[in-house]
């Protein structure tokens, strides 16, 4: 199985790979912001028509629990990641409504072999969390290690 996972090197400078499909409720956003995130525009319709966001729409805490959960089954649970030691950048670009389905968009961004642990190498992505494959609503960039094959 060690062989079958994805290592640092299967993560070249460039790539651009796509996966995942999660269809977001409204039900799924109303209990999320209920135990999460309670702001009126992701707890209440009405209330929300009269916010910046124009209706009901999904916390930013929401998605990028999701964009996890998509990265995790689309390449994480299968690789020989570490850890993260942490995020750079979030950014919510669009409201997140209902009823969509969402995909992730993974560009690798970096790629270096760490100096302290040489078995080791980190590679930053950009992660692009998209609407019914056209509207990117949020995006999460930041770097996560990885075994390598051959340790240098």
Same mark, same amino acid.
């Given at each position: 199985m060690a062989d079958t #996972? #994805?290592?640092f090197e299967d993560f070249?400078?460039?790539e651009i790979a796509t996966y995942g499909s999660y269809k977001l409720t409204r039900e799924a956003i109303l209990a999320f912001a209920r135990e999460y995130d309670p702001q009126p525009f992701h707890l209440d319709e009405e209330a929300?028509? =009269?916010t910046m966001l124009g209706g009901l729409a999904a916390s930013g805490w929401h998605a990028c629990c999701i964009l996890m959960r998509l990265n995790c089954?689309?390449?994480m649970l299968t690789s020989t990641s570490m850890g993260a030691p942490g995020i750079d950048e979030v950014k919510w670009l669009a409201p997140l409504r209902p009823d969509?389905? #969402?995909s992730v968009r993974r560009t690798t961004l970096e790629a270096r072999v760490s100096k302290s642990r040489p078995e080791m190498g980190l590679v930053k992505f950009l992660f692009e969390l998209i609407a019914d494959d056209k509207t990117v609503v949020t995006t999460q960039t930041g =770097?996560?290690?990885f075994g390598r094959r051959q340790a240098a």
């Open positions: #996972l #994805l290592h070249p400078v460039g929300a028509k =009269s089954d689309g390449f969509v389905t #969402l =770097s996560i290690m």
